[in-house]
């Protein structure tokens, strides 16, 4: 299981005060809190570390790629523009990160950053994508034009890349998990439309929360039906394999007599047996734009694509108590499915309110709560299921009793 510690980085000061400070990256990853609290932040940064571990795992880049003076912040955390998260009001870089990969751990500290591989490992190669909050904006820009925008974040650049590929790779009309619409992408005039029983227009003239949904939907349907593709004709990298790939990598590109393009087709060759095994899908406010219910389609469409391989992840960033209560949802419906008395009649009566493929484990799930004075606490549990005392619950509480506190100020006045 990787984990990341963190302390002094950007709204994130004390950090996780358990667990020796150890945030635990588990199947299913919550993270709740008010804005500019560093949820987004600890998800980038989880993003950041799994990639570099990816690539030097792959043998892509050595280690020194990414401890060069100043790299690993000015490059790599910039692909994220979180560059400037690392120092305090006083300009002084006080940041400390710590992150426990599956075959390599690394260290910022002091303005240094350190790798270190790992031995008698056993890794997953994962495909990561990071869905950020201003996907919208792809519904209204196709992707050569997106990358003529030069203030565009890079995330989102790559998320459209990444729903261009999703849409030309469609046979036929996709079915939304909401409001019984189809996306159809009419790939000769390069034109996505939403359809429903008696419409049909045109995704950037739809309403935000279709623009909001599809390149989530339509790229996490993409690539974790990619990877299950792959996966089954790929392995595992056991420690003696990790070597033997990155001997070979290590072997084309000293071969000075290869041609580009004939080291390009090498390394191919040479990875072919280790295709991707994994999805890393971290998401940001997947309830965007999105009414209560058709939020809690898209949770479970999330779910249902984690749980198509054992080594996906799923890392959440949300506002919405919605996400939560549907989560408690999914959890207790794994309980009532795994109880051996269970009849084939109530399986179908919790398949409709919780489809099966959707249902998750208690022991999969973390949720972490992240306080205005930046300190993360984990969401207790209560008999498995999350905790109604968290702090999404807790402001819908409020309102009732504000309303109570008018009520008695009403009273008062007669």
Not at 52 to 80: M, N, V
Not at 194 to 201: F, H, L, Q, S, T
Not at 253 to 266: F, G, K, P
Not at 308 to 317: A, C, E, F, Q
Request: aromatic letters at 10%.
């Amino acid at each position: 299981m990787s984990k990341i510690r963190i302390r002094n980085f950007g709204p994130v000061k004390n950090g996780y005060q358990e667990n020796e400070g150890w945030i635990e990256i588990q199947k299913i990853t919550l993270f709740i809190g008010n804005q500019g609290t560093g949820k987004s932040s600890i998800a980038k940064l989880i993003s950041t570390f799994t990639w570099i571990e990816k690539a030097l795992t792959r043998g892509d880049y050595t280690a020194q790629e990414f401890t060069g003076s100043g790299r690993f912040k000015d490059i790599y955390c910039a692909y994220h523009r979180i560059e400037n998260y690392f120092y305090n009001k006083e300009g002084i870089d006080k940041a400390e990160i710590e992150y426990e990969g599956e075959s390599y751990s690394m260290q910022y500290k002091n303005g240094q950053f350190f790798v270190q591989e790992k031995k008698n490992s056993i890794y997953k190669l994962p495909q990561v994508m990071y869905v950020p909050a201003e996907r919208s904006f792809i519904s209204n820009v196709q992707d050569g034009n997106a990358r003529k925008l030069r203030q565009i974040a890079e995330p989102v650049l790559e998320l459209t890349t990444e729903f261009g590929l999703a849409l030309k790779s469609l046979e036929s009309p996709m079915e939304l998990p909401i409001n019984n619409a189809y996306l159809n992408y009419d790939k000769k005039n390069d034109i996505t439309y939403i359809e429903g029983e008696d419409y049909k227009i045109k995704l950037h003239e739809s309403s935000s929360g279709f623009q909001s949904i599809v390149p989530l939907f339509v790229v996490t349907d993409y690539l974790a039906n990619s990877i299950l593709s792959q996966t089954k004709n790929a392995t595992d990298m056991s420690s003696e394999d990790l070597q033997r790939f990155k001997d070979g990598v290590s072997t084309i590109w000293s071969d000075y007599s290869l041609s580009d393009e004939q080291r390009r087709a090498a390394l191919s060759v040479l990875s072919a047996r280790f295709n991707k095994t994994a999805f890393i899908n971290i998401v940001e406010e997947p309830e965007q734009n999105l009414f209560p219910s058709s939020q809690r389609s898209i949770l479970n469409s999330l779910l249902s694509y984690n749980n198509l391989s054992v080594g996906n992840k799923l890392v959440i960033t949300t506002h919405s108590p919605y996400i939560i209560n549907y989560l408690t949802l999914a959890i207790k419906a794994k309980m009532i499915l795994d109880n051996p008395k269970i009849t084939e009649e109530l399986r179908e009566r919790v398949n409709h309110i919780v489809p099966v493929n959707s249902t998750v484990s208690s022991s999969d799930i973390v949720i972490y709560e992240i306080a205005a004075n930046g300190i993360i606490s984990v969401l207790e549990n209560y008999k498995g299921l999350p905790s109604d005392e968290n702090y999404l619950n807790n402001l819908l509480s409020e309102a009732n009793y504000l309303f109570s506190d008018l009520k008695e100020i009403e009273r008062q006045c007669r």
